[in-house]
């Protein structure tokens, strides 16, 4: 049974949908604070959430995860365990906040910015 297994399609494929999660989780490292849509920012939240808790932890096997899951990217898991893990030291969790900007004056498509706390 599939109880409480929906996730975000985004009407992609699923390595397609990957890809985009990825590539959006590579971005808010780097950048702290991007703008996209509501729906996207809400599908890549708990993925982000995962990783600062994963190098919160610290390990090499941590380490390692964080890499698979970020494509290889080394930059992107150096800062991600080396200045913003340990700002959040503190924190049991809620690492992102979601701030609403409005729709999108193309297509009406609300749009916010994602950001680190």
């Known amino acids: 049974m599939r109880h409480q297994r929906k ?23 780097e950048h702290e604070r991007i703008k996209t849509t509501e729906t996207k920012a809400k599908a ?24 698979s899951a970020l494509g290889q990217d080394k930059f992107a898991v150096y800062k991600l365990f080396d200045e913003i893990a340990p700002r959040y030291s503190e924190r049991p969790g809620g690492y992102t906040r979601i701030l609403k900007l409005g729709p999108r004056r193309s297509d009406s498509t609300e749009m ?4 680190l706390v």
């Not at 975000?8 to 490292?29: G, P």
């Not at 890549?44 to 890499?67: N, S």
């Not at 916010?112 to 950001?115: D, N, P, R, T």
């Open 44 to 67: 890549v939240k708990p993925e982000v959430e995962k990783l600062i808790t994963l190098a919160k932890r610290g390990d090499l096997h941590a380490r390692r995860q964080a890499l």
């Open 7 to 29: 996730r975000y399609q985004l009407s992609r494929s699923a390595s397609h949908r990957k890809a985009l999660l990825m590539n959006l989780c590579k971005e808010i490292i």
């Open 112 to 115: 916010v910015f994602m950001e």
